[in-house]
T-cell receptor
Framework: DQQVKQNSPSLSVQEGRISILNCDYT??????FLWYKKYPAEGPTFLISISSIKDKNEDGRFTVFLNKSAKHLSLHIVPSQPGDSAVYFC?????????????FGTGTRLTVIP | DTEVTQTPKHLVMGMTNKKSLKCEQH?????MYWYKQKAKKPPELMFVYSYEKLSINESVPSRFSPECPNSSLLNLHLHALQPEDSALYLC?????????????FGPGTRLTVL
């Protein structure tokens, strides 16, 4: 059973515009959320995270929003650049269990068109 | 420095071979992880070592045997694998292995079992 879901397998955006990647989760025990970016044949690269006590975290062009009541998070990339083209995974961790077991979504392939 | 290194980058082995995957980090992290990723799927957790002790084993077959000689090194010993074990094997590390702890991934080892 997939506890973290990314319902859009792909997204195409024009360079300079905003990219919005969405993620939904089902387990209310998840308290810590992360976004990773992955290029082919490479490991995931950590982008940004958010704890459940916040609803927004910003780092440069990347902003993550968390709506805990809707069990939904999103990653905004502004402005989008061609180098952002990659697969983006959201991941969630049940903070309070004391074990750092990450549950990943299925990924969204972002293509930024020059 | 958030580097996790993995060797080899590629590995081809027969079903009767014994081989090992290696992972190393020098960030002072005390938790290390093995994940398996099949094509077009998210990474799936296999093992977690926390302070050099195995803390999570996600029902992985015994033909996969992890070893953590010290806090910087993590090995995955492979024996009598099946063709369906072919995948990208990812190593990750995090500071403590608890709660809101960001995992940093290596580039992975692409394993092919013939």
């Amino acid at each position: 059973d997939q506890q973290v879901k990314q319902n859009s397998p792909s997204l195409s955006v024009q360079e300079g515009r905003i990219s919005i990647l969405n993620c939904d989760y089902t387990n209310s025990m998840f308290d810590y959320f992360l976004w990773y970016k992955k290029y082919p044949a490479e490991g995931p690269t950590f982008l940004i995270s958010i704890s459940s006590i916040k609803d927004k975290n910003e780092d440069g062009r990347f902003t993550v929003f968390l709506n805990k009541s809707a069990k939904h998070l999103s990653l905004h990339i502004v402005p989008s650049q061609p180098g952002d083209s990659a697969v983006y995974f959201c991941a969630a961790s049940p903070d309070k269990t004391g074990a750092n077991n990450l549950f990943f979504g299925t990924g969204t392939r972002l293509t930024v068109i020059p | 420095d958030t580097e996790v290194t993995q060797t080899p980058k590629h590995l081809v082995m027969g079903m009767t071979n014994k081989k090992s995957l290696k992972c190393e980090q020098h960030m002072g992290h005390r938790a290390m992880y093995w994940y398996k990723q099949k094509a077009k799927k998210p990474p799936e957790l296999m093992f977690v070592y926390s302070y050099e002790k195995l803390s999570i084993n996600e029902s992985v077959p015994s033909r996969f045997s992890p070893e953590c000689p010290n806090s910087s090194l993590l090995n995955l010993h492979l024996h009598a694998l099946q063709p369906e074990d072919s995948a990208l094997y990812l190593c990750a590390s995090s500071l403590r292995g608890q709660g809101a702890d960001t995992q940093y991934f290596g580039p992975g080892t692409r394993l092919t079992v013939l």
